[in-house]
Structures are given as structure tokens and as C-alpha cells.
Nanobody, 121 residues
Framework: QVQLVESGGRFAQAGGSLRPSCVAS????????MAWLRQAPGKEREFVAG????????GYADPVKGRFTISRNNAKNTVYLQMNSLKPEDTAAYYC??????????????WGQGTQVTVSS
């Protein structure tokens, strides 16, 4: 069964850090470009960060550049999102997604169920 399972979302204070992770199973993880996206209440889902199949290339949305870092461990079938200097506007449900194309911003073939990040001021 093809599956992405996120964890690590929780409450945090502004200025704090979190490190959600996403574990893949049921497919060849290293063959997929991976990404994190988020969706805040009342807003559309948006791209946050992406990483190439080998991890050698990454890309970020402007609001998170310099604060968030995406990484992956292909031996553990896991992708991470290190979130530093958190802001209340980072509050959202965070989703990991995987795509067979090289483009980090989609389209995506596989989606996780999401993990909630809430940042208080």
C-alpha cells in the first residue's frame, strides 16, 4: 500500500522550532521528488518546500526562505521539514507529497494526511 504518514506537528511559540517528518512506504521513495505544502484555514493549499530525488537540490517558497529547511533520508524513506523562527502566519496543516516528475512544485502523485502546526504569538 502506497502511503505517506506525517508526524511532528504541534503547538509552538513564535520564534520557536519544529521538525515535522514524513515516512513513505509501498513505493520506491528515492524515485520521487518530494515536497511539503500547507493549507491555512480559509486559504488555498500552497507550496512550502521541495527536494529532488537525491536531495541535491531544494526549493522554497518566499515566505519560508531562510527559516525552513527540507531534507530527506532515502535509506529511511523519510523527508523532513526543519522549521525555525516560527511565526503565527506559519499556522496551517502541513502535507507532504511526492511526484514522479523532477519539478518540485508538482504535479504530485502521492499525498499524506497532514499534520497540524499551530504557532502562538
Amino acid at each position: 500500500q502506497v502511503q505517506l504518514v506525517e508526524s511532528g506537528g504541534r503547538f509552538a511559540q513564535a520564534g520557536g522550532s519544529l521538525r515535522p517528518s514524513c515516512v513513505a512506504s509501498g513505493y520506491s521513495f528515492s524515485s520521487y521528488t518530494m515536497a511539503w505544502l500547507r493549507q491555512a484555514p480559509g486559504k488555498e493549499r500552497e507550496f512550502v518546500a521541495g527536494i529532488s530525488r537525491t536531495g541535491g537540490s531544494t526549493g522554497y517558497a518566499d515566505p519560508v526562505k531562510g527559516r525552513f529547511t527540507i531534507s530527506r533520508n532515502n535509506a529511511k524513506n523519510t523527508v523532513y521539514l526543519q522549521m525555525n523562527s516560527l511565526k503565527p502566519e506559519d499556522t496551517a496543516a502541513y502535507y507532504c507529497a511526492g511526484g514522479t516528475r523532477a519539478t518540485m512544485r508538482g504535479p504530485y502523485n502521492i499525498w499524506g494526511q497532514g499534520t497540524q502546526v499551530t504557532v502562538s504569538s
